[in-house]
């Protein structure tokens, strides 16, 4: 049979079972029936675990079909320096720090300790501990249990053949043992799921942990976006209005007709029109910023972020593509759960084999109190059993059939988490470099609609262009600096992504305190007397 992995809980009760057996009468007999039970019981039925090998593609050097350039490119704007990608460095555990933002590095540690979301996952996760232990200790240990009682009967005449009947005192103290011989490994199987579900688990809370970590970085970013989008239409909104200032003076001259007036004051209303939208959703970043932090929206102390007090990194770590699979939490925890559906395969298939079962009891019975543990009151028992189904309707290879597809379902979504891994490493790193180049143009073209507005803004006043022409530059400028600030910001967004693609760099992490929140009131469970 093959042999399950190693089990020291398993491997020590066996050794204790044998040095045990070994200092009494008679071992060679006794010892050698011992010993191929303890020989039977080390194997296992249904597949042993490996990890699933990653695709060919995975073990090269590259995460997209062409190689990626060495440096991005630059563009002379804010936001725009050239980054450097790193090939093999390491991911830093505080990622977020590499943005070198003093109130965005508070804000996460804050939130880290009061999150509800990461509370929920570590709860989750010393669930699936305790379920773990409650079963190796059921499962892998003999039941070991102590039984004390009085009973006050009357018997009846012809028990007793006394006339009326006789009052009857009974006293019994036993201790009894009941073990099942794990002869095929269907129990170890269940205790190798469990100890699966807690991996899973483990990693469902390092992906929490991730997930909340780049929601609160992005969530800054398009905060200090929208920031800088409204400072940018509130630039150009003072620029039109200067500009209907001079149109106006130019009307009241005689010099234009009232028709220019009209349209510049219907431009300087359609700019204006823009900013309740941005408005709107910068108050609605602002919320959704404050729940992932664990606050309410109306609580204050939430700090605000503009582009101005984030840096770009110019040096970008990327771990090379064989290590992607170990470093994303979603993927450990999906093989996770694989490992859990092939021992649940193994259980189905131990469920085809008999069962054995092992009990034994010792105690002592008598009519008289003192005489509980004196004279002749001593007994005894042991005993085994064995069950092996016979017909069920062909139930359990039904089981076991559908034990098969659950880990087919668990291979199939575990391809299919390694394969969305590697597709957002190689939507983050074309995006680094194609926005990189985006900004680069956008910032040539906002440079160059800036410089046709003031020429034309020059020539208009001095009668030389009509107003349509300025018109035009007016709204070229208004649609190039609105693109800028958005260009801008993708660059950050662009490299917290492609942090949170690589796996965030948790392993290089400690022990990751448990977040607490307070619960309502008499949510709180009472404290239960402490049991074995």
């Known amino acids: 049979m093959p042999h399950q992995e190693n089990n020291a809980l398993e491997d020590h009760l066996s050794s204790s079972r044998a040095a045990i057996a070994r200092r009494r009468p008679g071992w060679p007999a006794h010892g050698a029936v011992l010993g191929a039970a303890l020989f039977l019981s080390a194997c296992a039925v249904g597949p042993d675990f490996a990890t699933p090998d990653l695709p060919a593609a995975a073990k090269g050097a590259d995460y997209t079909p062409a190689p990626m350039p060495p440096r991005t490119a630059q563009a002379p704007v804010p936001g725009g320096q050239s980054q450097e990608l790193l090939a093999g460095r390491d991911i830093p555990a505080q990622w977020w720090e590499v943005f070198r933002s003093e109130p965005l590095d508070q804000l996460i540690r804050a939130s880290l300790a009061q999150s509800p979301t990461l509370a929920s996952a570590q709860a989750a996760l010393r669930e699936a501990e305790a379920t773990y232990e409650a079963k190796s200790g059921n499962l892998l240990w003999p039941q070991v249990s102590a039984q004390l009682g009085a009973q006050r009967e009357r018997a009846s005449q012809v028990t007793t053949q006394v006339p009326g009947g006789q009052l009857l005192s009974l006293y019994n103290a036993s201790i009894n043992v009941s073990y099942n011989l794990d002869v095929f490994g269907g129990a170890r199987r269940q205790v190798e799921g469990a100890q699966a579900a807690v991996e899973a688990q483990r990693y469902q809370v390092e992906a929490v942990y991730l997930t909340l970590t780049a929601n609160l970085v992005t969530t800054a970013i398009r905060e200090a976006s929208l920031r800088a989008q409204l400072q940018a239409t509130r630039e150009v909104l003072q620029a039109q209005r200067e500009q ?13 007709p009232k028709s220019i007036v009209l349209q510049q004051r219907t431009q300087v209303a359609q700019t204006q029109a823009t900013l309740p939208p941005i408005e709107k959703s910068l108050a609605q970043t602002r919320h959704q910023l404050a729940v992932f932090a664990g606050r309410l929206p109306s609580e204050a102390g939430l700090p605000e972020f503009d582009l101005s007090s984030l840096t770009l990194p110019q040096a970008v770590p990327l771990s090379l593509p064989s290590e992607l699979a170990r470093q994303r939490p979603d993927v450990r925890a999906s093989e996770a759960q694989l490992h859990q559906a092939s021992a649940a395969v193994g259980v189905a298939t131990a469920n085809l084999y008999p069962q054995i079962q092992l009990s034994g009891s010792y105690g002592n019975s ?40 659950a880990y087919d379902s668990a291979a199939a979504q575990y391809r299919n988490t390694v394969l969305g891994a590697f597709q957002n490493v190689a939507d983050a790193l074309r995006a680094l470099e194609l926005d990189a180049t985006a900004l680069q143009t956008q910032a040539t073209a906002e440079s160059l609609a800036r410089q046709s507005l003031d020429l034309t803004t020059t020539q208009f006043r001095a009668g030389a262009v009509s107003y349509v022409q300025l018109l035009t530059a007016q709204q070229a400028w208004l649609q190039t600096h609105t693109a800028l600030v958005q260009a801008q910001a993708a660059r950050y967004a662009d490299t917290a992504a492609l942090f949170q693609a690589l796996g965030g760099g948790w392993w290089n992490r400690g022990e990751l305190a448990n977040a607490s929140i307070a619960p309502a009131a008499g949510a709180t469970p009472a404290a239960a007397p402490a049991q074995n």
């Open 244 to 256: 209907l200032s001079v149109i106006e003076k130019q009307f009241d001259t005689g010099a234009i």
């Open 366 to 405: 008598a009519t008289r109190a003192r005489d509980l543990f004196s004279g002749p009151t001593t007994l005894w028992s042991v005993g085994a059993g064995l069950t092996q189904p016979l017909f069920n309707g062909g139930a359990l290879r039904a089981q076991k059939r559908a034990a098969e597809a």
